[in-house]
């Protein structure tokens, strides 16, 4: 089982969004080359940003106006796209920041069991640190092999 199952999914279904966007945009810039209303209106002359959030706006407004004209996606019929398939790539990103939400989560409820074994290893590192000294003291009379039997070392 992955040490991050809610990242890897948020990563794998990111990962597939943005391949199935950019192939649409590919198909939109060729189909809507000459048409200057659906080029502005779906900023195909913009570059996707790189931040994931900045992403999800610009996926979803695509997806949006995109889906606010029907007679661009009967256009883009052609290429296997529907009003069904982009009304699923527009819940994919639905589904999407559910998953990054699960994957703050994941990365917040790590970070605070790390916090915890920490504090409970400093907390065993007191206990024995003191129980060393303690023995140092009852054996101190005593042949310095009682000690080494417990993995004290002493110098002689």
């Not at 948020?10 to 391949?19: G, H, N, S």
């Not at 039997?149 to 110098?155: Q, T, V």
């Amino acid at each position: 089982m992955p040490k991050y199952t809610a990242s890897s999914a948020f990563i794998e279904k990111r990962d597939e969004a943005q391949t199935a966007l950019n192939r649409l945009r590919k198909f939109t810039k060729f189909k809507f080359s000459s048409d200057t209303e659906a080029t502005n209106t779906l900023q195909l002359g913009v570059s996707l940003p790189t931040k994931f959030a900045d992403w999800l706006q610009a996926a979803k407004y695509f997806y949006q106006r995109l889906l606010a004209h029907p007679e661009w996606i009967t256009q883009l019929e052609p290429f296997g796209y529907t009003t069904e398939s982009f009304t699923a790539l527009q819940a994919t990103l639905s589904e999407i920041e559910t998953l990054q939400e699960a994957k703050l989560r994941e990365t917040g409820d790590a970070q605070r069991a790390t916090l915890t074994r920490n504090s409970k290893f400093d907390e065993l590192q007191s206990y024995c640190t003191e129980l060393r000294n303690l023995t140092k003291l009852v054996f101190e009379d005593e042949d310095a092999q009682f000690l080494e039997k417990l993995g004290i070392l002493i110098r002689s």
